[in-house]
């Protein structure tokens, strides 16, 4: 299974800034070190859907977080849980 690393809120404040000094998704890939398709899937799942529909590093940072929190791998479940899937 390949291992992988979820980008940092500092590169996603990296990303923010180069995008507004006007490097392209590639320029920004070889800037913060990773993967074109990395950067491109950044921008796509965090942009603001407002007015604009530009990336800010602030809310990418906090749906990163959020999206982390209700991942099914952050799931617990109690013992009662367990009690009724055993039954």
Do not use: P, W
């Given at each position: ?15 923010s800034f180069l995008l ?17 398709s990395t950067i491109y ?47």
């Amino acid at each position: 299974m390949m291992k992988y690393q979820q980008l940092t809120s500092e590169e996603r404040y990296i990303i923010s800034f180069l995008l507004k000094q006007g490097f392209n998704r590639s320029e920004i890939a070889r800037q913060t070190g990773r993967h074109r398709s990395t950067i491109y899937r950044e921008l796509v799942r965090n942009r603001d859907h407002g007015y604009d529909s530009c990336y800010r590093y602030s809310r990418a940072q906090s749906q990163a977080v959020t999206r982390r929190r209700r991942s099914r791998r952050n799931r617990h479940y109690s013992e009662k849980d367990f009690a009724i899937v055993r039954r």
